[in-house]
């Protein structure tokens, strides 16, 4: 384990743990995120998620965007046949909502299984990924997908100045190494890895800043 400021990194696997108590505005996120909808950078961003499910899951499969906020990546794929839900823990989420499908604020209400589950600039904010992940997995259908795009610590030796490191916000990054190795023990095995979304999104002028990867359930 090497210790810097605000932050420690496994040497093994490359997980980051931020020093730090994450806060979240759920609802600040989610009316950025509405006033984005239409947007050049939405549609590039969203566009590129919808490609990313469409090479690994068919077209009227049910799909679960786990933290949807309003509903941006929803309303793109549900153009494509896919019958869509969302969980956002915001509750404005449902009355600002760009999708037709709806959203659940509560995981409670979420019914069923998914052939594949979402979860883009997510998973990076849990602060107890083994609850969230076990409850992800019970989610899951058979053969079900799930996909996740998170910052990249692996992109540079030193993250202090690392663009996605933000210690008010989240909680974890994950290397591909690391995220591997803890979705195996739920029986999700590796599939798929890309920085696509980096490539669009050039924070901190890296293209390689955001991993996503797909899993496939065993």
């Known amino acids: 384990m090497v210790e810097k400021t605000g932050y420690s990194r496994c040497l093994d696997c490359g997980l980051v743990r ?4 994450t806060t979240h505005d759920l609802d600040d996120y989610t009316r950025q995120y509405r006033s984005l909808f239409g947007s050049d950078l ?4 969203n566009v590129n998620r919808v ?20 509903g941006s990546f929803l309303a793109r794929l549900e ?3 896919y019958k869509c839900e969302g969980y956002e823990p915001s509750k404005i989420a449902p009355d600002n909502k760009t999708c037709v499908a709806p ?11 998914f052939d594949c589950i979402t979860l883009f600039d ?7 990924p083994v609850e969230a992940t076990h ?31 933000k210690p008010s916000e989240h909680a974890y990054l994950w290397s591909l190494g690391s995220l591997t190795k803890f979705m195996r023990g739920y029986e999700l095995m590796y599939e798929y890895d890309d920085f696509s979304e980096g490539q669009i999104r050039r924070n901190a002028g890296s293209s390689d800043t955001l ?8």
């Open 51 to 70: 490609a990313t499910v469409m090479k690994f899951v068919e077209t009227g499969k049910r799909v679960l965007d786990f933290g949807c906020s309003c």
């Open 135 to 165: 409850l992800l997995r019970s989610l899951l259908a058979p053969g079900g997908h799930l996909i996740i795009i998170t910052p990249n610590p692996e992109c540079r030796e030193d993250l202090e100045n690392f663009y996605h490191l």
């Open 103 to 113: 959203i659940h604020t509560n995981t409670e209400d979420i019914e069923g299984k």
């Open 211 to 218: 991993l996503a990867v797909v899993f496939i359930a065993s």
């Open 122 to 128: 997510v998973f990076e904010h849990l602060e107890n």
């Open 79 to 81: 153009q494509y046949g």
């Open 42 to 45: 939405e549609v590039r961003i």
């Open 18 to 21: 931020i020093h730090a108590s």
